[in-house]
């Protein structure tokens, strides 16, 4: 099922949270929505999942309208909310029971899906618990089955492996790896590596807008205009190489590296490689290059870049 | 209705879990018990076979012990982010309050259905007034739901429970005396139209056994209106913020 966010705009009071915000998401495909704190993703999922209205715009939900009918969309739409939302003092399984039944889970397949979701989320032991005595972790899981009970067409999880621990994080990654090859899944993070690990496309938006949208690789090439090779030329006098190096044209900079190696790091103008010519340029004064790296952009520096710029 | 019911089914499994059900009717049983049994205008100095002293006790205990059943039902879901969960469920406000309506209604319920055998004990004891004792239990009903209702409304448009909860009192001290006191210090059409919103004047007429449908009417009113205000808020509270 395809969601297809139209111009979305929302305030609160006289701040805008999200400001005609764009984008589609296909079926089979995850989407890592990041931005930093108070970027407006979390008014986005709301918006989705219809919580909240927007002020302006529409999302689309397999064609369907969440400002037309909500009570439709809803049907498709599993949620996991940021602020994991739990009844305390219910034990798991009549948690789950209760959710089954408001998703319209027919009544001969609730227990069915019940096991199925305790075994896939590693709740077996605690079933029987009230969710209040089980740890984050535990908790989170249990938000996680409340979100897949009704085996729901879109998935929208708001960090859904923050309070878990290395092993389960992994195996949820994974889950949510298997789901999303038939479903859509929206995935909202801090963590990059998670998203980077997890998604098929990047989504970032900055205080309600959004900068970037693209796979991991697109967003590094379109952040890293300008090319960085680390290089090391052996055989030459430092100086003499650091002269040479700057008078090539491609080059912009040429920062030697603090070492007792003959490293320098070089960053080439917007567009162009200065590989070939660094190349050359050795062979004519009888250097040796002994190394060349290309420098590749953490996505953590493309999101500081896009979202601290202005 | 079907969603209605998951959302009663639950509150009320709750309220029974949280012994919240079981200190109410104990409560209740206790007090009403006590001023129809032992003490004050009771059966015994009155000496007459008739439910009257419960009634007028039922009155005042409800008064206080509605809020304090409703003053949850909103506000904590609202505190917990919990409405989250409801509202992005296929069920609309709606059916969510009609669903925390029935289940305060149907604890309500319960608790009235245990004290029923005051009433079998009375009624063997003399002749008893039948159609008074079921009109003033209908008429315990009807006020019960009227201050859920109030409740509801209160614990809508909070997310603390002390607040809501004293948000009910103070709206129900207008229907359940203040209008009352200000229609009997007034003449002429004042004193009709407050004599008119007091709950104390159709409850009264009910507990002696005589229904009109001004009564079904004022309290038809004052429950819808509780609820609509309640949507009202729910509304607000999520969607609009």
Redo the contacts between chains.
Sequence with gaps: MEVSVENISRSYGLQKAVDSVSFKVNTGEIVGFLGPNGAGKTTTMKIITCFMSPDEGDVKIGGVSVREKPENVKMHIGYLPETNPLYKDMPVIDYLKFVAELQDVPKDKIKERIFEMVQVCGLTQEKYKKIGELSKGYQQRVGLAQALIHNPEVLILDEPTSGLDPNQIVEIRELIKKIGKEKTVIFCSHILAEVEATCDRIIIINSGKLVADGTSNDLRKQAQKKEILKVTIEDGDKNEVFMALQKLDTIEMVDPLPSYTNSYEIMSRAYTTSRRSIFKLCVERGWALTEMTPIERKLEEVFRELTIKN | MK?IW?IAK?EL??FF??LMAYIMIILFLGFSGFFTWLYGGDVFLVNQASLQSFFSIAFWTLFFFIPAVTMGLLADEKK?????????????YWQIIFGKFLSAFLLIAITLALTIPYYITVASIGKIDHGAVWMGYLGLLLISASYISIGLFASSITNNQIVSFLIALFIGIFFHLIFGLIGSSMGGIMNTIFSYLSLLTHYDSMSRGVIDSKDLIYFASVILLGLIGTEIALVKK????
């Design positions: 969603k998951i639950k499994r709750s879990d949280s917990s982010g919990t409405i989250e969960l409801l509202i992005t469920k296929p069920i609309s999520t969607r609009a913020n």
